[in-house]
């Protein structure tokens, strides 16, 4: 089932394939509109999604993000971070994977106090002016990379992709086995949704060079904490081989399944016999 993924390749990732195929007629990729499948649809363990975290302009774009200090070496990283995620949406969107697009929305209405506290201000006050990604300002939009007609989007208040959303029912009733997290960044919104992710039943694949922090240090502090107790982590193009094994998977089982249901076939013979006939 896996061919040349077997060699030389975390045995980890390799059971990602081995998890169940689609079932016969379940979409292979689009939308995870919420209903698209019954919840508890017997959609196999292989099936993989991409979830895209907080990649917008008051994250990514340079200007933006100048007074959180990045040395070159970060700065390089953002960007090259930035190009790569737009790659890897287009890599999914070719293999049928569906896109699952997270975005920080901060409502004034709704102050985040304990974030206000932590960065030093009044829990009590009004939210700050420098608040990241206030829901309907140029900051919020996404960043070189955009969501296409259909694709699904989740707006959170916090760190996590899962909380206070319905990303988690979202991913069950998609028939979704397992995600790989990728966006801006790696210690925060990415690490806390792999995190959420891992913790309500999905195995999490984490592409090294698809996400990116402000002080590379503490990329690769976050990536030792991921692969220590998350996910695992590896790079976009054995993300991408991954996702084509999947879909060979997913083609194989259903034309196997046809096969096996068309009239004349042996096993639609044998399943038409009566019980007991010689």
Not at 172 to 190: D, M, P, Q, S
Not at 245 to 268: F, I, N, T, V
């Amino acid at each position: 089932m896996t061919g040349g993924l077997d060699a030389g390749r975390d045995p980890r990732l390799v059971r990602l394939l081995d998890g169940g195929s689609l079932a016969a007629g379940s979409p292979a990729g689009g939308s995870l509109a919420a209903g698209s499948l019954a919840a508890g649809s017997p959609v196999g363990g292989s099936r993989p999604a991409l979830v895209v975290v907080d990649v917008q302009r008051d994250f990514g774009e340079p200007a933006r993000i100048a007074p959180y200090g990045l040395d070159d070496r970060a700065s390089v990283a953002v960007d090259a971070a930035v190009t790569r995620i737009g790659s890897l949406v287009d890599e999914a969107r070719a293999a049928g994977v569906p896109v699952v697009w997270v975005e920080l929305g901060s409502d004034p209405a709704r102050p985040w106090r304990s974030s206000t506290w932590l960065r030093g201000g009044d829990p009590a006050g009004p939210m700050p002016d420098d608040e990241p990604c206030r829901i309907g300002t140029e900051g919020a939009e996404w960043y070189r990379t955009a969501p296409a007609p259909g694709e699904t989007r989740v707006v959170k208040r916090g760190y996590s992709g899962f909380l206070g959303t319905d990303l988690e029912a979202r991913l069950t009733a998609a028939g979704i086995g397992w995600v790989t997290v990728v966006g801006l960044t790696t210690e925060c919104c990415v690490l806390a949704t792999a995190q959420d992710a891992m913790q309500l039943g999905w195995p999490v694949v984490v592409p090294q060079d698809a996400t990116a922090a402000y002080d590379t240090d503490v990329h690769d502090a976050a990536l030792t904490l991921i692969d220590l107790n998350v996910g695992v982590v590896t790079d976009a193009d054995e993300t991408v081989a991954l996702w084509r094994a999947a879909a060979d998977a997913a083609a194989s089982a259903a034309d196997a399944a046809a096969s096996a249901s068309a009239p004349g076939s042996a096993s639609a013979s044998a399943s038409a016999s009566p019980v007991g006939a010689r």
